[in-house]
């Protein structure tokens, strides 16, 4: 399942809606991609809107966002149950639906420099070697090291030629249940095993797993694809509440 589908499906079983644009998609998970323009590139090369039983689209104006198309599976009160949740005034909106994304996304030369520079920041500072007590540069060792993991692989070439992003054509998506590239082995199933263990005295807040995690040195990417191969319930909580996770 893409990054895409797969948040809509997180989205409509928590909430009972899921918008289809990559600024409210980034803003109610932003542990989902590595930086905004990952998203929006996500939601650009995404295939067609997964074909739900039970859920119609709908059109809202969302606050500092504008036109958002929501999928949903109630229009009862959506605007005021999306306000709840992104904490932005929402509003129903009656017209023509927006155009599809395209489907090839195109960055800046600006945006291109200052994404290859991020990217070899977030490198140099991944090849260290965290070390064992723990500090901030242990931190941020190890959340350099999981923001290059979430990226997609294009978006972490840095040479002159091969632009993270730039006139980049939609791909198949990769399955969440393979190993990833660089993950050494049995990483997953100790990610499982972590998160078995956590959530086993009952539903725990999705930053405090992802800190036990990270202090075991396991990706947040890594966490996500366990979580779904396991199950995992992911609800957030009322305004200004945080995620919860727990088991089925």
């Known amino acids: ?46 295939n067609a809107k997964p074909e739900l039983p039970g859920v119609e689209s709908y059109m809202v104006n969302v606050e500092s966002i504008g036109l958002v198309e929501v999928l949903a599976r109630c229009p009862d009160n959506l605007a005021e149950r999306m ?20 489907r090839i996304v195109t960055m800046e030369p600006e945006q291109i420099r200052y ?58 998506p990769v399955s969440t249940t393979t190993q990833e590239p660089h993950e050494p082995a049995g990483t997953l199933e100790r990610a499982k095993s ?18 036990a995690a990270a202090g075991a040195g396991i990706s947040e990417r890594t966490m996500q694809r366990a979580a779904d191969a396991l199950g995992v319930v992911k609800t957030k909580g009322g305004f200004g509440s945080g995620w919860m996770w727990a088991m089925q």
């Open 194 to 211: 972590l998160l078995s263990e956590t959530l086993k005295v009952g539903a725990r807040p999705a930053g405090e797993v992802l800190d």
């Open 1 to 46: 399942m893409s990054a895409v589908k797969d948040f809509i499906t997180q989205q409509l079983a928590a909430t009972g809606w899921a918008p289809y644009h990559y600024a409210a998609a980034m803003r109610l998970r932003p542990d989902k991609w590595a930086i905004g323009l990952d998203c929006r590139y996500e939601f650009a090369r995404s």
């Open 83 to 102: 306000h709840l949740v992104l904490g932005l005034n929402v509003t129903m909106h009656e017209g023509a639906k927006p155009e599809e994304p395209a």
């Open 115 to 172: 994404a290859k520079a991020r990217i070899e920041k977030l490198r140099a500072l991944a090849m260290q070697e965290p070390p064992a007590h723990i500090c901030s540069l242990r931190s941020d060792i190890l959340a350099a090291r999981a923001e290059l993991e979430r990226m997609p692989a294009e978006d972490a070439k840095t040479e002159d030629n091969e632009a993270p992003v730039a006139n980049t054509v939609v791909s198949n």
